[in-house]
């Protein structure tokens, strides 16, 4: 490249010159400057190869070895841009016509050809039909700093080598074919500030490594088969969008950044509350919560967020009242609120506007103008998926539950133990008090009578030994008793205990 000072040496020098003409030293500095952007004729011979592989879009058709690339006029489909004799851009787009690339064609060999551009940094590649797996030798473009492969037909996964490209800030893949799960490396790159791999097959969950990319300003991964939750982004706090529209995650609210500009949830399957954290996002333009199952009251203050334009939650279960004089945010340009079960009035920022699109069908609001459901269906439907007037009893509540019933238990127990203990005492009572002292009441002489009855009590209390499990023993019968003592004559008596007579 021609230095600055035989230039300003150039330019000094012919002004003194007899015969100085104007235009001729223009015609000098021009043809200077075209010297010194003169493309390498190696990297010539790499495009003209490019040509050859793709054939189109139309305008690389008039590409031959005569062209100047690095001063042609870029178009709207082709653009080279150089540095020093070197290729440091190349945008390639075509459109939805694009004719299909033949059936000889190898994604490896495109590759092999694009790495001979070594000083790129900026490679656009949209909608050429280029198929097939994206070869791990797209590294060697080791200072790669923007990567964009929208729009074609590549399959198979995010190739590990791209992994050592340390420079990359923005990788965008869309529409493709791309599958399997995200890899954790994706977290590691340095600088990454734009992530985009909408419109894919990928599936799994998305890797923890995600929350240290501090870097990151774009996420976005629609319409794919993720799931699950998310991980911790709120730590990202340059994150501007995040799109995540038609996936799987949930059930839980994310936890983000509150620099968000846009952010789109819907069409996945988060059952929890909206956070009221979301109030402090002053810089939210787009919310998008359509289409999932959002509980509890909805935070009407979103409809007042300094920045927010378009808020969407339809098709919730969202509850709560709102009301004639909630305040809007004047920005606010559309709001869906179609299918949820909200009560009360209309807000008249929001129904006596003509600039703004208001949807709010399929809910218990007292208006006549959209189909509404009657007040109880709001109610009843409310208390189905378990919403209750008091989140934050929840939990109260539930200990008392829980409590109640554990304590059911244990009375129970403790009551059936009180009844086994007094029938078994019943059945001792019963078996103490059978009826044969009725038989000496009924024999016996009037002079006998206390010493029998104390005889008695020790049959009883020998009875209650008995019941104890000690070895069985014969009760013998009053009339037994007269005849073995002669109707208790003195001549059977034997002596005196401390029991009574025997």
Same mark, same amino acid.
């Given at each position: 490249m021609l230095s600055a000072f035989p230039l300003v040496?150039?330019?000094?020098?012919?002004?003194?010159?007899?015969?100085? %003409?104007?235009?001729?030293?223009?015609?000098?500095?021009?043809?200077?400057?075209? &010297?010194?952007? &003169?493309l390498q004729s190696s990297q010539t011979q790499t495009l003209l190869r490019l040509q050859l592989l793709l054939n189109y879009p139309d305008v690389l058709s008039s590409w031959n070895s005569s062209v100047d690339f690095c001063n042609a006029e870029p178009t709207s489909q082709v653009t080279v841009v150089c540095y020093e004799e070197s290729i440091t851009q190349l945008h390639v787009i075509g459109n939805d016509g694009t004719p299909s690339l033949p059936s000889n064609f190898s994604m490896d060999s495109f590759v092999?050809?694009?790495?001979? !551009?070594?000083?790129?940094?900026? !490679?656009?590649?949209?909608?050429?039909?280029?198929?097939?797996p994206l070869p791990g030798k797209i590294a060697r473009l080791s200072s790669l700093e923007i990567l964009n492969m929208t729009s074609n037909l590549l399959y198979g996964t995010i190739p590990h080598e791209l992994s050592g490209v340390t420079t990359l800030q923005t990788l965008i893949l869309d529409d493709n074919m791309f599958s399997g799960w995200l890899p954790e490396w994706l977290g590691s790159f340095p600088v990454l500030a734009v992530l985009s791999l909408r419109n894919n097959s990928f599936n799994g969950s998305l890797p923890d490594s995600f929350s240290i990319l501090e870097n990151l300003r774009v996420l976005a991964l629609s319409h794919n088969h993720f799931q699950g939750e998310l991980p911790d982004l709120s730590s990202l706090t340059n994150l501007q969008e995040l799109d995540l529209e038609d996936n799987a995650f949930g059930p839980q609210f994310p936890r983000l950044g509150n620099k968000l500009v846009r952010l789109v949830l819907g069409k996945n399957r988060f059952r929890s509350a909206i956070p009221t954290e979301l109030n402090s996002f002053y810089q939210l333009h787009w919310l998008d919560l359509s289409f999932n199952r959002f509980v509890g009251p909805f935070p009407s203050s979103l409809l007042s967020l300094p920045s927010i334009t378009y808020l969407n939650i339809a098709d919730n279960k969202l509850t709560g009242m709102l009301f004639e004089n909630t305040s809007c945010n004047?920005?606010?340009?559309?709001?869906?609120?179609?299918? %949820?079960?909200?009560?009360?009035l209309l807000p008249s920022c929001l129904s006596d506007s003509k600039d703004r699109v208001f949807l709010y069908a399929q809910n218990c609001l007292a208006t006549g103008k959209e189909n509404q459901h009657p007040l109880p269906f709001c109610r009843n439907e409310a208390l189905a998926v378990g919403i209750f007037p008091h989140s934050k009893k929840s939990k109260p509540s539930n200990f008392? !539950?829980?409590?109640?019933?554990?304590?059911? =238990?244990?009375?129970?127990?403790?009551? !059936?133990?009180?009844?086994? =203990?007094?029938?078994r005492?019943?059945?001792?009572?019963?078996t103490i008090n059978k009826p044969t002292t009725r038989l000496i009441s009924e024999k016996a002489s009037i002079a006998y009578t206390s010493k029998l009855l104390s005889d008695a009590r020790y049959i009883s209390q020998t009875m209650k030994l008995g019941a104890l499990g000690l070895p069985p023993y014969r009760t013998f019968a009053l009339e037994e008793l007269e005849d073995a003592t002669n109707n208790f004559d003195t001549t059977a008596f034997m002596g005196e205990g401390s029991q009574g007579q025997v």
């Open positions: 040496l150039v330019l000094y020098i012919l002004p003194m010159a007899k015969g100085f %003409n104007a235009f001729v030293v223009l015609g000098i500095i021009l043809l200077l400057i075209n &010297q010194s952007e &003169q092999t050809t694009l790495v001979k !551009l070594p000083d790129l940094r900026v !490679l656009t590649l949209v909608s050429l039909g280029l198929w097939g004047v920005e606010l340009k559309f709001a869906d609120f179609s299918s %949820n079960l909200l009560t009360g008392a !539950l829980a409590f109640g019933i554990t304590g059911g =238990i244990i009375g129970g127990i403790v009551l !059936l133990g009180l009844i086994f =203990i007094f029938v005492r019943l059945n001792e009572y019963k």
